[in-house]
């Protein structure tokens, strides 16, 4: 079957090219993706993550916020009683994975990660997480 | 709501400035240098062979003659060198302040702020949305007390300012001016600019507030004003760096800042502004990328199509209307997280494209902005980078050292009409107004979907390994070493607290008239809300309090679905 993300950004970053160029690599990989455009809330992003029944939610975070917003995504995905996984790409500086992984984050991507790592660590989270 | 059309031609203006051919002469070129502050100025190389000027044929282009082309001075950096204006800002007021006192200190000529998300975004400080955001991507800004601590002990009448700030320019502008006479500084004698280009948001960068023609109100108002009563103040500056670091090409950099640009000559001839009394005023902003070639040409052909567009088209008579001046921002998106010390290497050769290319003003980023906000010593070494061009390299002495190179003049006429052919398509698609042309782009998406594509071919030449980027997907042998200065702390608790104080200490009467005013105002289409929102600016209002009212009248922008 194939796999649903939603590709979301959250808070009050506008910098959109990750986001567009992700989106357009993930679905020549074949993989679903629905985008939330931009400035997004927690519990909106939560919600639409629910309403779509997708498999994994990624967020696109520029600003330096996701040590703030990250963990909220989360907590309000796990409010709804949903346990799709979130991973977060942007600029994340080495220290703040563990920080984030322990906040709920199922995985990190930086800059200059490659369009391959990104599938199969979907692909693997999406197993790992289906009944 | 606007009217139509106000260019004289109608169809294939773009075309004709890549047929004529122009061919300024040394004669006039000699008259302008003449005139200039470097006539017979001498200069040599290290070693003492002689250099003049310029050089060319008798009947080439020349620089400070129309079109421009070679640069919008007869001798360049002769003359003037470029301003190092140094781009900072992060935490609150005082601890930018800060900064600006380095940068100053360590030879820095002009100061430019970076704002943080919610001030660019016009929310407080204590607004929920700004959670995690404050005081992080650059300096938060609430209230007068803010700006009065920003330039604390700057003396505003000698050293010029920018402020990289587009949906709330307008009340910022006004803080900035009130701080400035409260502290005995008169308006006329402020100098420096506001970016204020709101159009590049709704393309490119997204920080936008207002609905698009709304905010174009707030901007003929700040022109308006800046004409006026502010003799040394460019109220625009016309920014294709963020169309470019959105992923566009060079040619679609130039294309979509120069029909920017236009839109807004239209928008203050709207505004009954004399054309010749305006456009000297504006001012440019461009990326300076890593293909140096590309970037030199560039800049090139952006002179001479500006000066074809003004002269022809619109009809400026007067020949600082003809002249585009820019600043330029070494290329933020070039940067590499990965072995960051190699940032240093590209960051001095996009300084050098952009003095190549005839910059007015440049700022050069750190090798470490990949991470974080530039920590104060590799702020120091770029603009140091500068410096070493400026004063080591002897690059300066000669104007348009590249002008004439086989190269270099084909890839200026090839990008000419590669932009030249984008103008025409927006102005066809605005009916004959670059105005409508770029609203109607807004609106259906033309600009972003440029962008996108460009930006989409970009990154699957990237993750092919068709690009090569040094230490990405390439010479990656070396484990990448980890950021440097993490610009963490409680800045965001910390402005909480002085917005806290503000509240507590100003009068609630005196914010509430002063935002009625400024709503009253802001009903009436035909009224200049610069006085208005200086008053609010007096009052203490906060920036949330000014963007909600005006939010109230004007609405609130959300982007088309697509």
């Keep these: ?131 | 709501m606007w009217g139509r059309a106000c260019g004289k031609s109608e169809t294939s203006f773009a075309d004709s400035g890549v047929r004529v051919i122009y061919r300024s002469g040394r004669s006039q070129w000699h008259d302008a240098y003449e005139e200039s502050p470097a006539a017979r100025s001498h200069a040599t190389t290290q070693s003492g062979v002689d250099l003049d000027p310029v050089y060319g044929p008798d009947d080439a282009e020349f620089p400070g003659v129309y079109p421009y082309t070679r640069g919008i001075h007869p001798a360049m950096y002769r003359s003037k060198l470029w301003t190092m204006r140094m781009f900072a800002g992060f935490g609150t007021a005082p601890e930018t302040n800060q900064r600006f006192r380095d940068i100053i200190s360590s030879g820095g000529t002009g100061i430019s702020t970076a704002y943080d998300m919610p001030t660019l975004l016009g929310l407080d400080s204590d607004d929920p949305r700004a959670l995690g955001e404050v005081g992080r991507c650059g300096v938060a800004i609430d209230t007068l007390d803010d700006v009065r601590d920003l330039y604390e002990g700057i003396d505003l009448s000698a050293t010029t300012t920018s402020m990289t700030i587009n949906a709330p320019a307008a009340p910022i502008f006004a803080m900035f001016v009130a701080n400035a006479e409260a502290h005995g500084v008169a308006r006329h004698l402020l100098g420096g600019t506001l970016q204020n280009d709101i159009l590049k948001e709704y393309q490119a960068q997204h920080e936008y507030v207002f609905p698009p023609r709304a905010s174009l109100r707030l901007v003929r108002d700040t022109m308006v004003f800046a004409t006026q009563e502010m003799p040394r103040w460019h109220p625009l500056s016309v920014s294709g760096y963020h169309i470019r670091e959105a992923g566009s090409t060079a040619a679609q950099e130039v294309a979509f800042t120069l029909a920017n640009g236009f839109a807004y000559v239209e928008l203050a001839r709207r505004a009954g502004l004399a054309l010749d009394s305006f456009a000297p005023k504006l001012s440019f902003f461009f990326n300076a990328h890593i293909d140096f070639f590309e970037e030199v040409a560039k800049y090139r052909c952006a002179r001479r199509l500006w000066a074809t567009w003004m002269r022809d088209f619109y009809g400026a008579l007067d020949e600082r209307s003809w002249q585009l001046r820019f600043h330029a921002q070494t290329a933020g998106v070039s940067l590499t997280a990965q072995q960051p010390d190699n940032n240093h290497a590209r960051t001095a050769i996009e300084a050098l494209a952009a003095v190549m290319g005839g910059a007015q003003s440049l700022h050069t980023n750190s090798f470490d902005e990949a991470w974080t906000l530039p920590s104060s010593d590799a702020a120091r070494v770029a603009l140091r980078t500068q410096q070493v061009i400026a004063h080591e390299t002897n690059v300066t002495r000669v104007a348009d050292p590249l002008g004439g190179s086989w190269f270099v003049e084909s890839l200026t006429d090839q990008l000419q009409r590669e932009v030249g052919t984008l103008l025409e398509e927006i102005l066809e698609i605005g009916g004959g107004s670059m105005l409508e042309g770029c609203l109607i782009g807004i609106d259906n998406g033309w600009f972003e979907g440029h962008i996108a594509d460009s930006a989409y071919v970009h990154e699957r030449a990237v993750q092919s390994g068709e690009r090569i980027v040094v230490g990405v997907n390439a010479f990656t042998e070396i484990e990448s070493s980890s950021p440097l200065n993490q610009a963490e702390g409680d800045g965001e608790s910390r402005q909480r607290e002085r917005l806290a104080r503000v509240r507590r200490s100003r009068s609630d009467e005196a914010v509430r008239e002063s935002l009625t005013t400024l709503r009253t105002d802001a009903l009436e289409c035909d009224t200049n809300l610069m006085e208005a929102l200086m008053g609010t600016a007096r009052a203490h209002a906060t920036l949330g309090e000014i963007m909600n009212t005006l939010a109230d009248v004007f609405g609130r922008y959300q982007a088309p679905e697509r």
């Design chain 1, 1 to 131: 079957m194939t796999l649903r993300v939603l590709v979301a950004k959250v808070g009050l970053d506008g910098h959109d090219r990750g986001v567009n160029v992700i989106t357009r690599l993930l679905r020549d990989a074949g993989i679903e993706v629905i985008y939330t455009g931009l400035f997004q809330s927690p519990d909106a992003v939560a919600r639409s993550a629910v309403d779509e029944d997708v498999d994994v939610v990624g967020l696109s975070i520029l600003s330096g916020a996701h040590q703030t917003l990250a963990p909220l995504v989360v907590a309000a995905l796990r409010h709804l009683g949903s346990d799709v996984p979130v991973v977060v790409g942007g600029i994340i500086p080495a220290n703040d994975v563990a920080p984030l992984i322990a906040s709920g984050v199922a995985a990190t991507f930086g800059p200059g990660s490659s369009i391959e790592e990104i599938v199969t660590t979907l692909e693997c989270l999406h197993e790992s997480t289906s009944p």
